[in-house]
């Protein structure tokens, strides 16, 4: 794909279904009895990627364009596949997945493509295993392919290293399973999306502080999911019409759960004219129109608590600070390095081909903003929030700048660039 400057964004627009929500919506209703019901749910390859592998093991689900319908079999109601369940690029499949298949009585090989090969999966075999299950990295290296052999599992006190929504909730998932209570302390709080959407379906799940806890069974119920909008999708859109002159945009319908909202409040410490207009709340996800203007951003420090909220976020965030005056720290987000690709490092290489001045440390980056961007030749890393992310800075570049393997962000948001393409002058 190839973009130039655009003189400014206007109009209205609303981004795909949640991810996190999309994801976990399919899974748990597939170990609920009854049937199912998703609205808005996120047609993204990932997404597709869960449907996959939960029809792989029994599940019936049928597709709309309006509606997923899933006709869940129970906590005890999946049976052994035929073949491999495949995650794609998947590392929400992956991860949650593993959970729900340690406790089934039979065995699953689970793989992904090449990324997936590559991410750290010894941060869910470790507690898994010590709940009881038996799983093995088959080229015995901590990454997929896994095989997971089905096995009564124990309660266990687990505290995290990182804060990871995945770890945590695959952690739960298998504590469905489990013979007594399954508690999970993180060093900061992840995204909650499990915790309210488990106990929607009728889980027993606490929570306090940094610390869930899940009782097993009760068995689930079917329910109605309504999606909101994926705030990781309107960040590019946000930055976008923040760093281009003349630019006012509504995005509708965004998901704005206080664990997930860190791209807002960082709008806040950047100066950023971003107005929330809140609707009322729907099954504990809060959700908001965004008005969204040209503004006039100021450098930052990013990091602590505040990371585990935006991390999906930072590389665009990084766009922003290109864009701003003065210098943007962001620290605390080693985790950035082992995402579809290193966050870090892909980011820090391309924004300086652009001729920003950047500087790539253990656990984040330096940014010195106000040089002039130019285009350049960007190489995606097959990471979709990388592409897109550049999309958004190609923007405002002088030049064109190309994206190449730009055909990734379809793992999220497949009409992205028509989306984008939409709202943008040229003239």
Not at 125 to 131: D, K, W
Not at 160 to 185: E, P, R
Not at 226 to 255: H, M
Not at 388 to 415: H, K, R, W
């Amino acid at each position: 794909m190839k973009f130039t400057r655009v003189k400014s964004l206007r109009g209205e627009i609303t981004v795909p279904g949640d991810k996190s929500i999309s994801h976990r919506a399919v899974m748990f209703g597939s170990l609920a009895q009854g049937t199912t019901t998703v609205e808005n749910f996120l047609r993204g390859a990932d997404c597709l990627s869960t449907i996959d592998c939960f029809r792989r093991l029994g599940i019936q689900i049928d597709e709309t364009p309006e509606l997923i319908t899933i006709h869940g079999k129970g906590l005890h109601g999946l049976t052994a596949p035929s073949q491999l369940l495949d995650a794609g690029n998947s590392g929400t499949t992956t991860r949650l997945i593993s959970g729900i298949l340690s406790g089934q009585s039979f065995e699953t090989t689970l793989t992904g493509d090449a990324s997936i090969q590559k991410r750290p999966m010894k941060r869910i075999i470790e507690p898994l295993t010590q709940m009881g299950a038996s799983i093995t990295s088959l080229h015995g290296n901590g990454c997929a392919p896994l095989n997971i052999q089905g096995r009564p599992l124990h309660g266990i006190h687990y505290t995290t290293k990182v804060a990871s929504a995945q770890v945590k909730s695959s952690i739960l998932l298998a504590g469905l399973y489990a013979d007594s209570a399954t508690s999970v302390t993180e060093p900061a709080l992840s995204r909650n999306h499990s915790e309210l959407m488990l106990r929607q379906f009728g889980a027993d799940v606490q929570t306090e502080g940094t610390t869930a806890t899940i009782q097993p069974g009760p068995a689930l119920a079917g329910q109605k999911i309504v999606v909101p909008g994926d705030i990781s999708s309107a960040a590019y859109f946000i930055a976008a019409a923040c760093i281009t002159p003349d630019s006012e945009l509504l995005i509708r319908n965004v998901g704005t759960n206080p664990t997930r909202d860190g791209i807002l409040r960082v709008c806040r410490m950047m100066n950023a004219d971003v107005t929330i207009l809140p609707h009322a709340q729907n099954d504990g996800e809060p959700s908001a129109d965004l008005l969204i203007r040209s503004s006039s951003l100021k450098g930052c420090v990013i990091e602590g608590e505040l990371i585990p909220t935006l991390i999906d976020e930072l590389p665009v965030i990084a766009v922003m600070a290109c864009f701003a005056e003065g210098t943007t720290i962001i620290r605390d987000a080693a985790e950035l390095k082992v995402k579809e690709s290193n966050r870090i490092d892909v980011m820090a290489e391309n924004l300086t081909a652009m001729g920003a001045q950047v500087t790539a440390t253990d656990d984040g980056l330096i940014i010195e903003g106000g040089r002039p961007l130019r285009g350049a030749a960007i190489d995606s890393h097959l990471d979709h929030r990388i592409a897109m992310s550049f999309a958004v800075a190609a923007l405002n570049a002088d030049g064109e700048t190309e994206i190449q393997d730009a055909e990734c962000v379809n793992i999220s948001y497949p009409a992205f660039y028509q989306d984008l393409n939409r709202i943008s002058s040229r003239t």
